[in-house]
């Protein structure tokens, strides 16, 4: 191994390979491995940051060492990291080189490269650790909080986010700085990462004392939200789907009679003549211009949906096709998806693609007063997720493929801002890391209507902000739902009640029975897509709505309260639904606790996720806690039980 220091920078060499390590940002370090010519230049995930690095050679290799963090590099060329003197991550290497007392003769490489053309196969292989936790890595439709011991896709589906960062309770924060496909097993035996496409291995790690600490740090080199809007923090108002004008109309209206606020009011799929024309179908929507301006007199804001797909039909599809604007193919067909039509999808990592379709969003929506986005499909959707047959303007999926939806967000964020919007928020079906910066509100896809799904989307919503993803939000009562199940409305009430102690309230869903008659006959057109049942407030009986009204209020009272925590956020990356122990880290209890959050700092909110349930168990962490629906005061630490009757979801104010 030969070793050479510039500028705070260790680089070492060994045969065709090549490793850098160097200082990005505070208590951080970055990691990168070839066996190119040279490394590819791409920040990829992080932003550029400074190098306060020092590295230095020893008797027995050489360190690195930025802050808090120390990388130690053996004669040999492994790797060992340390938050001070305290040993958080080595590399696993199984073969003859080095001082290595385990089964050498496996000859398995912590860092192997595997040759396709131009490009490499990787894996990266470190030491496991007995009785770690690990949290975040985004969004995985599963129950588990703490993934140690999961196996994780590294790919973007319908209701699956790959954002490749995790946290860990022996205090660091590990990024994979890879777009492309690949997974991760984080195993008893030793964690695996693989990139199945890349130009180098390339991942950042940082030391820190606490969770806040280690969030601070990566969120300061990936990027923060915005500031959220104010007009914003109440309740959106959303169905599969409103077809028409005067329907998004006269929903708002009657909120507005039963003098119930609303904040959003969002216009779903297919109000388009053809996919891809990203305009309204002027039979069911004569004046959008008018219909908004009434909206916004009602002190409503209007979201419309904006899907990727281009329908060979589309007014578009030849101009796109002519410029090289969609997703390629490597084979046969160009087809991507073939939900409701024949299509393709523009690519969102092209930036002239971009461009195109914000200048077609200005024109035909913008101009209107709608500026809120709903960008659905954004993984994107594939109709088979065959990442090896599709290619962008920047590479093969299989090594690109996870930014799309941060480069789709970030399209309409730079449009809406080069157009001098302040207070923007668009909904995204998928992120990546750095989405956060592009004002991206993270919804959880379409999943089921029922309390094993809305259970999984709680460790969903903590793990997305633990990867730095802090505006999230789920289905209120999940997506594919029958309102004849008799548990239905059980089921929507305990779900507005946690989504009432989210970033955002959101009613949206598809509830059956598909029994309204379509508007057309036609096969395309804004008559042509079905509809489902009813989903405001008011559509599930008095007793329901009494029940939504009361935490529609309670969230309403603490609006101050609640941007102030979206204000934290943007300050220095804290979630805004948070695990126990991000605000409790020296409280081992909360290291173990998957069943009840934090709502910002002060409020402890215990979902009710089982049907049926009449009680349940509240650990209150140290302190003195209030229960906000009697007042009466506890001092933890200590576990109580609390009777949960249809109204009622345990929530406790920390007194200060």
């Given at each position: ?71 130690v590099v053996s004669g040999s060329g492994w790797m060992e990291f340390f938050s001070g003197d ?262 969102a990592l092209n930036p002239e693609a971009r461009a195109f379709i914000w200048e077609k969003i ?295």
């Open positions: 191994m030969i070793f050479s220091i510039e500028d705070g920078t260790l680089t070492c060499r060994d045969g065709n390979e090549t490793v850098r390590i160097e200082g990005w940002g505070r208590d951080a370090l970055r990691v990168r491995a070839t066996k190119n010519a040279g490394f590819s230049g791409l920040d990829k995930g992080l932003e550029p940051a400074e190098n306060g690095a020092r590295a230095e050679l020893t008797s027995t290799g050489a360190s690195v060492e930025n802050g808090r963090i120390r990388c305290k040993p958080i991550l080595k590399e696993y290497y199984r073969d003859f080189r080095g001082a290595n007392p385990h089964s050498p003769s496996l000859k398995l490489s912590a860092r192997e490269f595997r040759g396709h053309g131009a490009d490499w196969e990787v894996t990266a292989r470190f030491e496991a650790r007995a009785g770690e936790k690990i949290f975040g890595m985004g969004q995985y439709q599963q129950p588990n909080l703490d993934l140690k011991g999961c196996v994780l896709e590294l790919a973007q589906r319908n209701s699956q986010v790959s954002v490749p960062f995790y946290l860990s309770d022996l205090g660091y924060g590990f990024l994979w700085n890879n777009p492309g496909i690949g997974s991760v097993v984080f195993g008893a035996n030793y964690t695996q990462w693989h990139g199945a496409m890349t130009d180098e291995l390339d991942y950042w790690i940082c030391a820190g004392e606490t969770p806040k600490e280690i969030l601070e740090r990566y969120t300061a080199v990936t990027g923060r939200a915005p500031e959220f809007p104010e007009n914003a923090l109440g309740l959106w108002q959303c169905k599969l789907r409103y077809r028409t004008q005067e329907e998004v109309l006269e929903v708002a209206r009657e909120y507005k009679r039963r003098g119930i606020p609303l904040d959003v009011i969002v216009i779903d799929f297919f109000h388009w003549v053809r996919q891809g024309d990203w305009s309204f179908d002027p039979v069911y929507w004569p004046d959008p211009a008018a219909m908004v301006r009434e909206l916004r007199d009602m002190g409503v804001r209007c979201m419309v949906s904006v899907w990727p797909t281009v329908d060979r039909k589309s007014v578009n599809f030849r101009e796109m096709l002519e410029r090289g604007l969609f997703v390629r193919t490597e084979r046969g067909s160009i087809q991507c998806f073939d939900f409701q039509g024949d299509t393709v999808i523009y690519d200005r024109e035909n929506y913008y101009r209107d007063g709608i500026d809120m986005f709903w960008l659905d499909e954004a993984e994107p959707e594939y109709s088979a997720y065959d990442h090896d047959h599709f290619r962008h303007f920047t590479g093969p999926a299989l090594k690109v493929g996870n930014a799309y939806p941060r480069e789709h967000a970030r399209g309409f964020f730079e449009g809406q801002t080069r157009e001098g919007q302040r207070d923007i928020v668009n909904l995204l079906r998928s992120a990546w890391v750095g989405s956060q910066k592009y004002a991206a509100l993270v919804w959880s896809g379409d999943i089921l209507s029922n309390f094993d799904s809305l259970r999984d989307q709680l460790s969903a919503g903590l793990n997305m902000g633990l990867a730095g993803i802090p505006w999230w939000v789920t289905d209120t009562g999940g997506f594919f739902g029958d309102v004849r199940d008799p548990h239905f409305n059980e089921l929507l009430v305990r779900w507005f009640q946690f989504s009432s102690f989210c970033p955002v309230l959101r009613m949206h869903g598809d509830r059956g029975p598909h029994d309204i008659p379509r508007l057309s006959e036609l096969d395309y057109g804004g008559g042509f897509s079905e509809t489902g049942r009813p989903n405001e407030l008011w559509s599930y009986g008095e007793e329901v709505l009494a029940i939504l009204r009361k935490y529609l209020d309670l969230r309403l009272s603490l609006r101050g309260y609640i941007r102030s925590v979206f204000d934290e956020a943007s300050r220095n990356g804290s979630p805004i639904i948070r695990t126990m122990f991000y605000e409790f880290p020296e409280d081992r209890r909360c290291w173990e606790l998957d069943d009840q959050y934090m709502f910002g700092p002060d409020y402890l909110v215990a979902p009710v996720l089982v049907q049926g349930q009449t009680e349940r168990e509240v650990y209150l962490p140290a302190g003195t806690w209030e229960d906000i629906h009697t007042g009466r005061s506890f001092t933890g630490p200590a576990t109580v039980t609390r009777a949960v009757p249809l109204e009622i979801m345990p929530v406790y104010r920390r007194v200060r």
